[in-house]
Each structure stands twice: as structure tokens, then as C-alpha cells.
């Protein structure tokens, strides 16, 4: 089994920046696939940044330009630094990443609020 434990949420302005990051451990043997996600109340859940092992980054419309997902093997860790932070992308923001064919199972994920 793969765990993962998101962190770095918290309040910021528009315009502000927040680096977020999800640290897998358990039965790791190498990362294949990372993603991060978000959810508003009453909404799905949304995928929001993805890599997969020696591929481009894919990014949603709505973040394009302003995210950027990238990890340190060495430290089983993925991070999405997010600038340019919108109203809109209040959210809890979760990740996933794939060890070979196993999922990870879903963290507490992080909340984001971008107010003024």
C-alpha cells in the first residue's frame, strides 16, 4: 500500500503564492504516476496538474501558466508550487501518485483559501 500526506495549504492573498507537497511512503518502489487534485464542497474533485515518469507535465486550463508540478525521487516527495493565486482556486487540494500498478490511498489533503 502507498500513503501520502499532503501539506503547505493555507491563506493567502490573490496574487500570492503557495508551495504545496505530498510525501508517499509505504510499499514504493518507483513513482509512475503523480497527480494533484482539488475539491470544492458539493463539486467532484478535479485533476489539476499531472506527471507521469519521464513525461511532459499536463496541466488544467484553469491553471495553466500559474502551477507547476515537479518531485524529488530521491525523497518519494511531489510538490505544485501555485502563483498568480486566484478566488477561485479556493479549494482542498489531495494527491495521488501510482508505485508500479498500486494507487495510493487518499490523504487528508491540504486546504488552500486565496482571500483578501
Known amino acids: 500500500q502507498v500513503q501520502v500526506v499532503e501539506s503547505g495549504g493555507g491563506l493567502v492573498q490573490p496574487g500570492g503564492s503557495l508551495r504545496l507537497s505530498c510525501a508517499a511512503s509505504?510499499?514504493?518502489?518507483?513513482?509512475?504516476?503523480a497527480g494533484w487534485y482539488r475539491q470544492i464542497p458539493g463539486k467532484l474533485r478535479e485533476l489539476v496538474a499531472h506527471?507521469?515518469?519521464?513525461?511532459?507535465?499536463h496541466y488544467a486550463d484553469s491553471v495553466k501558466g500559474r502551477f507547476a508540478i515537479s518531485r524529488d525521487n530521491a525523497k518519494n516527495t511531489v510538490f505544485l508550487q501555485m502563483n498568480s493565486l486566484k478566488p477561485e482556486d479556493t479549494a482542498v487540494y489531495y494527491c495521488q501518485c501510482r508505485s508500479g500498478s498500486t494507487w495510493s490511498t487518499w490523504g487528508q489533503g491540504t486546504q488552500v483559501t486565496v482571500s483578501s
Open positions: 509505504g510499499s514504493i518502489f518507483s513513482i509512475n504516476f
Open positions: 506527471m507521469t515518469s519521464g513525461g511532459m507535465p
